[in-house]
């Protein structure tokens, strides 16, 4: 009975551990950013809720605290103004953009070392050629053993990775392509099956790409040209939101994301790492986006700040903050709702 529990709890667990690790990079991209500009740093907590544990060294409060979903880098000035010439407030404009973007910055970084341990990990470096094809492929009608998918409807294929993301986003059984072909690109138009999942229709690839032997300068890249096709696939899924491909219920919050790691820790180490380099990745992007209660945010106040050599006035922007902050959560409520309801089916 409890090894049973615990066969259902430790894939959990693991989830919250991995997006707590996401998080501390995140906030200690902050920390390291602070402290190379000489910025105060009052507090540095791992988790939320009650204190655990607590020390101090130096000008700064460590803390470790009972929720495991979260933290946080507290500056000196970052919310208020400060007389303290270390405060986040007190630093010149480059000084505090830096420190801003220094927490998504680390997400890539996490993210592009993630790629890179799993491309070290396979026996054959993937392309973008065809190698050869299921029985009775469809596909086979038209594409050769041997053609480099160049785009794929319009979309630019560097990586594997950009030929799966390809075939996902299509709306029907036929794709536009792109081809090298003999030494000359080829424009085709490709018929493949289809299948239904969750009541959407989705191209069912019947053919394999070729993989060829590791070298250095291939691995770095691949890791590369992945880590950029999967940043990719985050515009790519806002714009499938605008135009309709996707609906709100398509998309996942801390709940899903969690659901889909501890499925991915079963599964075994790698569909783990690939979905965590996915996550990080995401989560360093979106928190450029210049959205109300994100770093971009506050990157675009300080844009805004070192052109016009003042700061948008105080009411303005807690204002702007708070409208931000409010849509924010009302916006995480529904996806949350939406991924309890998923698991609850």
Request: glycine share 8%.
């Amino acid at each position: 009975m409890i090894l049973e529990i615990w066969q259902k709890v430790y894939p959990i667990l693991i989830a919250i551990l991995f997006f707590e690790l996401i998080i501390l990079v995140h906030e200690g991209g902050h920390f390291v950013a602070a402290r190379l500009m000489k910025i105060k740093v009052n507090e540095f907590s791992i988790g939320m809720g009650p204190k655990l544990i607590q020390f101090t060294k130096g000008d700064t409060k460590y803390s470790l605290r009972l929720i495991l979903f979260g933290g946080y880098c507290s500056m000196e000035g970052e919310s208020e103004e400060s007389d303290d010439e270390a405060s986040f407030s007190n630093k010149k404009v480059w000084q505090r953009m830096f420190v801003v973007v220094a927490g998504a910055f680390m997400n890539l970084i996490l993210g592009f070392i993630i790629v890179a341990i799993l491309t070290c990990s396979q026996e054959l470096i993937g392309t973008p050629c065809v190698a050869k094809f299921d029985k009775n492929a469809v596909s086979s009608q038209t594409l050769r053993a041997g053609d480099v998918i160049k785009s794929i409807d319009g979309m630019r294929v560097y990586s594997p990775n950009d030929v799966t993301t390809g075939l996902s986003r299509s709306a029907d059984d036929t794709l536009d392509m792109v081809v090298m072909r003999d030494g000359k690109e080829k424009k085709l138009s490709v018929k493949f099956n289809t299948e239904k999942i969750d009541s959407k229709q989705f191209i069912k690839m019947d053919f394999w790409l070729l993989g060829v032997k590791k070298t250095f300068p291939n691995i770095i890249k691949t890791t590369f040209s992945e880590s950029v096709s999967i940043a990719r696939m985050v515009f790519l899924s806002i714009h499938d939101l605008i135009f309709g491909r996707f609906g709100l219920s398509d998309l996942s919050g801390p709940v899903g994301a969690v659901s889909v790691v501890s499925t991915a820790v079963k599964t075994g180490v790698y569909s783990m790492l690939k979905i965590m380099a996915l996550l990080t990745i995401n989560i360093g992007l979106l928190n450029l986006f210049p959205l109300p209660a994100l770093d971009g945010w506050r990157f675009f106040l300080l844009i805004f700040e070192g052109i016009f050599r003042k700061k948008l006035p105080d009411k303005w922007e807690w204002a702007i903050n708070g409208a931000g902050l409010v849509i924010l959560l009302g916006f995480m409520c529904v996806i949350t709702f939406s991924d309890v309801t998923k698991l609850l089916r």
